[in-house]
């Protein structure tokens, strides 16, 4: 790989974390103003989120799972439109920085429900990083 596609590539990864970044918190706001917190949340406080994860319902949980994996979805995307080749490859970078933001997230709230864990973990970065690649391959061949 040449300097000038490495450079291409890091900047292609800052892009899509930036603009994955964007949608993520995007969702997540727009989801705790459809879908608000049980009484006594502060949501900007990670130990009053634990101490009350378990009032949350099953749609209150899937809110943050859809915004992760769109927030992967769409940062791989763009990953994958900005670069000419390595479309796999900067998707995956995605991926792998947002499942890893998803391990820190799911450490900090170790009484959420197993089930959110495994399908967040599973689902929301890896494979939507993967569609993201496909997407960009189909609009950028």
């Not at 495994?118 to 997407?135: E, I, K, Q, W």
Request: glycine share 10%.
């Amino acid at each position: 790989m040449s300097i000038k596609s490495a450079c291409i590539a890091t900047l292609a990864v800052i892009a899509g974390a930036f603009v994955g970044g964007l949608v993520n918190m995007g969702l997540i706001v727009a989801g705790a103003m459809l879908l608000p917190p049980p009484p006594g949340v502060d949501v900007n406080d990670i130990a009053s989120i634990e101490a009350h994860v378990a009032e949350y319902s099953v749609v209150q949980l899937l809110a943050p799972f859809v915004a992760h994996a769109l927030g992967t979805f769409v940062g791989a995307l763009v990953a994958g439109l900005v670069v000419p080749r390595s479309r796999l490859g900067v998707a995956l970078a995605i991926g792998l920085l947002y499942l890893m933001g998803g391990i820190m997230a799911v450490s900090m709230i170790p009484s959420a429900p197993l089930w959110f864990d495994a399908l967040d973990l599973v689902v929301a970065y890896l494979p939507m990083a993967l569609l993201g690649a496909r997407l960009a391959a189909r609009l950028r061949p």
